[in-house]
């Protein structure tokens, strides 16, 4: 199987690249977010899944490990394809889909092509309060960059709130839940303290 290529870019179709390595043109499926950061004559390395499926062999290449395990685990989802895990990719890179479901956001998961309100609830709820998928090397995917910035002091994620509130021994589903209401009193950009807080105050009522 293959599992990363490095080469050129030779030249860049619908949803397709061709990236020489070494003298061989690869043909790589490829999402929107990936392609568009992608230039003819560009030297760059794609992480890739191998599909093999009786006579189809097919190439999806993901510009970070990050997106590539996103890939793999949103087609256990029932009713993914593929498309539909590429096109949830295209709007909502790994940290946003991680949070999109903590938070349940139906609504920002059903942007993506060819995901109706049905399978976008499904995606949501299969994903609530789970930990990212596992990236090759055995890094959770949504650690694997560690050059990625981190959100800005004063305006964290709602993942990030979540995040301690599990570590502190509070079930995924009630932290999410607690981090709305937190959002929802205090605002976006409320401070992690802040929002912690007034989220600790609802779970020990």
Known sequence: MIGKLTGKVECIGDGELILNVGGVGYLVHAGARTLRNL????????????????????LFGFSSEQERAWFVRLQDVQGV???????????????????????????????????GPKVAARIVAELHGKPAPMGRGGVFAAQAQTDTPAPQAGAPSGADVVSVLINLGFAGTDASAAVRLA???????????????????????
């Not at 003819?40 to 890739?48: K, M, S």
């Not at 899944?49 to 097919?58: A, L």
């Open 39 to 58: 230039a003819i004559g560009q030297e760059t390395e794609l992480h890739v899944e191998t599909y093999v499926r009786q006579d189809v062999f097919k």
């Open 81 to 115: 394809g593929a498309k539909s895990a590429l096109g949830v990719l295209d709007v909502l890179d790994p940290e946003e889909l991680m949070q999109a479901a903590l938070m349940e956001d139906k609504a920002a998961v059903a942007r993506a092509n060819g995901v």
């Open 183 to 205: 959002i929802g009193r205090a605002g976006a950009e409320a401070s992690l303290d802040e929002l912690i807080r007034i989220a600790l105050q609802e779970l020990n009522k």
